[in-house]
């Protein structure tokens, strides 16, 4: 697959890069794809959720009256899980929700996501480009030249490139990473990928 490349200005270069068939040719893997998108997700859980159980509830353990004779229900302790303020029964605990996943089904997600992008025609390239200041405007107006200004984006760069990842960051439906960090999650959340010829060259690099 041939895509045309683009400057800044959202110009044509009057250049073309040839994107690798292993990689933005290929069959999507649903599956793979859910289960990476499952295991981000699972990652970012704090899981710091917790209840009081009947050890950790404050109150007496005695029994609040005789057995039998009072015409009432036996009742044990003041912390039993009925009484208001009681200890929640079964109630969530800490625990961690991470779990592992091969890396080559990881990969094998990127490839997936970004041969969908590159069937639906939602991938461009732009030249590896800076900003000489961070300016959130000037982001907005580089979107502009791109005519995606309504689309929620991703851009991918080759490198960290600070101006351009410091201009984007406020904006609420653009988001910028690079080729080494990028995930299944971040491709698939984005309308339209934005890559710089230097991501092509990384993630063609690192996923064949």
């Known amino acids: 697959m041939k895509l045309e490349i683009f400057n800044k200005e959202g110009k044509s270069t009057g250049k073309e890069i040839t994107l690798s068939d292993s990689i933005f040719g290929a069959e999507p893997n649903e599956h793979v794809v859910y289960l990476s998108v499952k295991q981000y997700l699972a990652n970012q859980r704090q899981g710091t959720h917790s209840t009081l159980t009947r050890s950790t ?8 009256h005789k057995q039998k004779g009072t015409g009432g229900s ?26 592992k996943l091969n890396s080559k089904v990881k990969d094998l997600a990127k490839i997936s996501v970004l041969s ?46 600070k101006n351009v990842t410091l201009s984007a960051r406020n904006l609420e439906k653009t988001a910028t990473t690079t080729a080494d960090n990028m995930n299944a999650y971040s491709l698939l959340n984005a309308d339209k990928l934005i890559l710089t010829v230097g991501a092509v060259k990384k993630i063609e690099e690192s996923l064949n």
């Open 57 to 64: 509830v404050s109150g007496s353990t005695k029994k609040l």
């Open 74 to 99: 036996r009742k044990g302790s003041i912390k039993n899980i009925q009484y208001p303020g009681g200890p929640r029964a079964f109630g969530p605990m800490p625990r961690d929700y991470r779990f």
């Open 116 to 161: 969908s992008k590159a069937k639906e025609n939602n991938i461009c390239v732009v030249e590896d480009f800076d900003f000489e200041t961070p300016k959130t405007k000037q982001y907005i107006q580089f979107l502009a030249n791109m005519k995606l200004s309504n689309a929620k984006t991703l851009m991918v760069l080759g490198e960290s490139t």
